[in-house]
């Protein structure tokens, strides 16, 4: 499974349509292909965090810079609890003091939370300038910056308020990950985990194989593993960039895992973290409900160990995991869709999962 | 220039066609066309304000319920000024209280900010739920129920954050122009002699024939603006939905008209008086470089005048226009097109005007 230094993929959507160019060590010629992409403009936004851009903020200016570009920044707070609207008005703010024009673009420079909200933020400034994405964490160049989904939390849903609105450009290096914390590169290994389990078996198996090489970031299995996401998330957006059908595939595990976050104010896991409690729990609602035996749960359980991935389902009543999920007393059970796993490999939409299922499973985890 | 009573216009957008409903009285049958529209939800959100509510949201609830549908409701405080963030915020929590599902739609029922506010979060919610428009201004009614523009004022400017998302449904009830504000109906005219201005000369030369009959809402004349108008708003946005070309001619008298609402701080002038200022402004602007005679600023201040419109520019220095317009220091005149008119019925983007043009044009204004 040996992938070249440097790949381009297309994501072919029409008139948005866009490349993932992934390329260890490419980050000093972002400014070049910036301008390539947007050859009449002159101003830019780089939308970061204060992890991020302490490490790269320089390297991305001075690439901007030497291809033309006059950068203004907009530096937010880090970590999952800070994607508000609250903060996404500082970028509309930081939008109009640097006075961007239609077709000038917004760059994120951060993991997912930095790629969602300055991709909502390019989405609704001016109703819509460029945005390209410069993902810095594992989960965001395997799955957030590839997709056109942005959005922010509201107090009561994760990622309730937000755009379908598909970047310019997505520029990975993946030598940015050498200066990942463990805990989020672990949390970007549950998402990669996904496609293996949604529609790659295969790649699973591989996975399997290859923990401790991702975990000690070699670079032919770190390459390949995002070579392996991106192409599988372009098939995916290509086939329903809005979500109307198999697109929902990838929230899987994400019904429980938004619920955990959300009852944990966003501050206790990352959110890789969450989807992989949400996606055991979802293996475990396929057995329960007769779609899939136990040896799936017990698969993706003993590959989470390997990657140091939480495995304690946090202890909530089922009132409050009803809550989180959308359910209401008036609207009981027939509202959320989830989805399970017939197998390895083999994801679908559940539409008719009722209430009592739901108490089932969430006692079967009470300790 | 008699039209039937009831008159449907399609505005074709691909999947994201609709129809423009125009029928004296329909208002309570609103419930039933909802249910038509979406006959398998159950739930909706009426973004209303707090002069509209009183008048027209019983009987908006009525008609929803006896059609089934469980209506929640936001009342939003009446005013541009009020066309925030902040108030948008309003609306999510509303719809996060609602809890609203993807499929279940926003029913704005008011003028211009509330079409624009409740769209925009109909936009954003859950990245995109339906939204059916019931205009109850004469500005609403003729133009900004129509053509999914969405948006709120940022304090540095008008219409800054937004998104273009089409209506599922406009529902107009001209009826509804009864309990009309005189001045929010003059506000109204202005809009509607745009049409005229850009592409319809015979149009603008009917008005000059009808002012009297329309200000005294001769039931008549006013299904024959609102017609011609719908007529022209979807022409123009089916040719150009996300305004790359032509539809910028909809924004004549609009790049002054905003820049004088934001130095009003939105409460000194409705929308509609400021765009009329602003098109006064752009008509002399294009005698000035030679593009049209002087009588046509004469005419259309003719016009505006039997309107009862505001006639005299406020009086600000040329920085501050040039400032509240996008210029800065560093990038002088070139960025702002222009919308100016050849002659009656002719308009045209002028990209090249420079900012000692628009200073002799304000100059010209001072008093």
């Not at 920044?73 to 880090?78: A, E, G, H, Q, T």
Request: aromatic share 8%.
């Amino acid at each position: 499974m040996n992938q070249p230094a440097s790949r381009i993929y297309r994501v072919e959507l029409g008139p948005r349509s866009y490349d993932i160019h992934i390329e260890a060590g490419c980050l000093p010629q972002l400014g070049h292909a910036v301008r390539q992409l947007f050859p009449d403009v002159d101003r830019c936004l780089i939308v970061s965090n204060d992890v991020v851009a302490p490490l790269y903020l320089d390297v991305v200016q001075q690439s901007l810079a030497e291809s033309g570009w006059t950068c203004h920044s907009c530096i937010l707070k880090d970590g999952e609890q800070y994607k508000t609207l609250t903060a996404w008005g500082e970028i509309m703010d930081a939008l109009m003091q640097a006075r961007l024009s239609r077709g000038e673009p917004v760059i994120a420079l951060g993991g997912g939370v930095v790629g969602d909200m300055a991709g909502f933020a390019a989405a609704c400034y001016r109703r819509g300038i460029p945005c390209v994405q410069v993902p810095t964490t594992l989960l965001a160049q395997v799955d957030s910056s590839v997709g056109g989904k942005t959005a922010v939390n509201h107090p009561h849903g994760k990622n309730m308020i937000g755009a379908f609105y598909q970047p310019s450009l997505v520029w990975i290096d993946p030598l940015l990950l050498g200066t990942l914390e463990p805990r989020q590169l672990r949390a970007g290994i549950a998402e990669l985990i996904k496609y293996g389990l949604i529609r790659d078996a295969v790649f699973f198996t591989w996975l399997e194989a290859n923990m401790d090489g991702l975990l000690a970031l070699d670079s032919g299995i770190v390459s390949e593993v995002i070579h392996t996401s991106c192409r599988h998330k372009a098939e995916v957006v290509m086939a329903d960039e809005t979500e109307q059908g198999m697109r929902a595939l990838l929230n899987l595990g994400h019904t429980f895992g938004h619920a955990i976050e959300s009852m944990t104010r966003y501050t206790e896991y990352l959110h890789g973290e969450a989807v992989a409690l949400g996606t055991l729990m979802a293996a475990r609602l396929s057995a329960q409900l007769g779609y899939a035996s136990t040896d799936v749960e017990a698969s993706i359980r003993g590959l989470y160990a390997r990657a140091d991935l939480p495995l304690i389902i946090p202890q909530f009543d089922a009132g409050a995991w009803l809550d989180a999920m959308g359910h209401d007393k008036k609207n009981v059970g027939n509202r959320i869709r989830y989805i399970l796993l017939r197998g390895m490999g083999d994801a679908f939409v559940a539409e008719q999962v009722d209430e009592a299922a739901i108490r089932r499973l969430i006692s079967s985890f009470t300790v």
